[in-house]
Structures are given as structure tokens and as C-alpha cells.
């Protein structure tokens, strides 16, 4: 089945700053890729997704790149806040049969004031 | 429009009792996903439901872990003679389809703290 891995599991950047999350999965048949956001206490909530059939999707601050002969993708977020202080999660799924979702350990984002 | 709700949003059991973990998707979604995540940790999954029936159950800790879905909608997550170490947050999440890209819509999740 699919296996997929995350770094960092915690990350600090002062606020302003970038950071970045990587990714990398296992089984080549994955094609969609979605991050999900998770403050503390409450649910989980997708983000961004990209699917394989492009490289990179950006929305205001936070972007995701795929590599898919390496089989990795990475969350971007620029200009970090406060307010991005946050668990992310990244998962891979191949939707052909069903969209069994698998995800990532998590990183723990802090952005410092 | 309402989301994926889950009860109840806390649960206390004493070791050995059996607890039911109720989750309503938002309505129209096909497919069901039951997670579990303990404290600090990812996202465990346990069953995914394509309308009424169950095709991956291979999250299922144990035996003593069963789930059904009625109608099309509502599951409930059993689990028999509690163990501390089933002590968690259980979220479910549907999604309009099973298949292609559909994202995930999580609800609350239910704490269980089995003492």
C-alpha cells in the first residue's frame, strides 16, 4: 500500500519568513496530492491539492510543487503569520479504484511574532 | 451549509464498557472515511464506506472495532470492551465521491478517554 513521509515533524520560522514542508510517497499509481490544515482543537481542512498532471499550483501565500519522478511534493508558505500556526498534514490517494487517502505524520508549524 | 457532524464530542468510558461514535456526512456525499488520532500524532485510517458497504476495513485495530452505515448517511463507529489504549480522537470525514478528486470534509471528531 501507500506509505507516505514527512519533515519536518515540527518547524519554528519567525514571522515573515518562508517555510516548507516536504513530502515523499511511495506507490507511483498516486495522482492527487491535498494538504490539509489543522489548528489546534479542531478538524482538519484541506488547503491547497494538487493533482500529477501539473508541476506547481500556488493560492495567495501558499504554494505546492510535485516531482512526480521522485515521487515528493512540498508545501510553500510565504510571508508567515501568526495565524499559520498550524499542524499540516500531506496525503497522497489514487483515486483509480477508490480514494483511499493516506497521510502524512504532520508538522507542526510555529510562527513566531 | 452543515458540515460533518460527530457525537458526541466527548466520551468518558471505563475500561471493558462498549462505546458508539455516531458520525452524520454532509448529505449527498457517497463516501464515508472513519480516522483515529492520538494525542500528537497523524491520522490513523480505520474504514472507508462507498455507500452502504464497507470495501476497506484494514484500519480496523482489532475485532473489537466494528462500523456500519445505514441509509447511505449516518455511521456509527462500535467499539466493544474499551481499552485504555483506545483513548483518542476519532474524526470522520465524507467526501462527494469515493472516487476521482474529491477532497475531504472532516467533522469535530470524538474525544474517547477510556479510563
Known amino acids: 500500500g501507500e506509505n507516505v513521509e514527512q519533515h519536518p515533524s515540527t518547524l519554528s520560522v519567525q514571522e515573515g519568513d518562508s517555510a516548507v514542508i516536504k513530502c515523499t510517497y511511495s506507490?507511483?499509481?498516486?495522482?492527487?496530492f491535498p494538504w490539509y490544515k489543522q489548528e489546534l482543537g479542531k478538524r482538519p481542512q484541506l488547503i491547497i491539492d494538487i493533482r500529477s498532471n501539473v508541476g506547481e499550483k500556488k493560492d495567495q501565500r501558499i504554494a505546492v510543487t510535485l516531482n512526480k519522478t521522485a515521487k515528493h511534493f512540498s508545501l510553500h508558505i510565504t510571508e508567515t503569520q501568526p495565524e499559520d500556526s498550524a499542524v499540516y498534514f500531506c496525503?497522497?490517494?489514487?483515486?483509480?479504484?477508490?480514494?483511499?487517502?493516506?497521510f502524512g505524520t504532520g508538522t507542526k508549524l510555529q510562527v513566531i511574532p | 451549509g452543515a458540515g460533518v457532524s460527530q457525537s458526541p464530542s466527548n466520551k468518558v468510558t471505563e475500561k471493558g464498557k462498549d462505546v458508539e461514535l455516531r458520525c452524520d456526512p454532509i448529505?449527498?456525499?457517497?463516501?464515508l472515511y472513519w480516522y483515529r488520532q492520538s494525542l500528537g500524532q497523524g491520522l490513523e485510517f480505520l474504514i472507508y464506506f462507498q455507500g452502504n458497504s464497507a470495501p476497506d476495513k484494514s484500519g480496523l485495530p482489532s475485532d473489537r472495532f466494528s462500523a456500519e452505515r445505514t441509509g447511505g448517511s449516518v455511521s456509527t463507529l462500535t467499539i466493544q470492551r474499551t481499552q485504555q489504549e483506545d483513548s483518542a480522537v476519532y474524526l470522520c470525514?465524507?467526501?462527494?465521491?469515493?472516487?476521482?478528486?474529491?477532497?475531504?470534509?472532516f467533522g469535530n471528531g470524538t474525544r474517547l478517554t477510556v479510563t
Open positions: 470525514a465524507s467526501s462527494l465521491s469515493g472516487q476521482g478528486y474529491s477532497p475531504l470534509h
Open positions: 448529505s449527498g456525499h457517497t463516501a
Open positions: 506507490d507511483s499509481a498516486s495522482n492527487y
Open positions: 496525503a497522497a490517494s489514487n483515486p483509480r479504484g477508490y480514494q483511499k487517502v493516506t
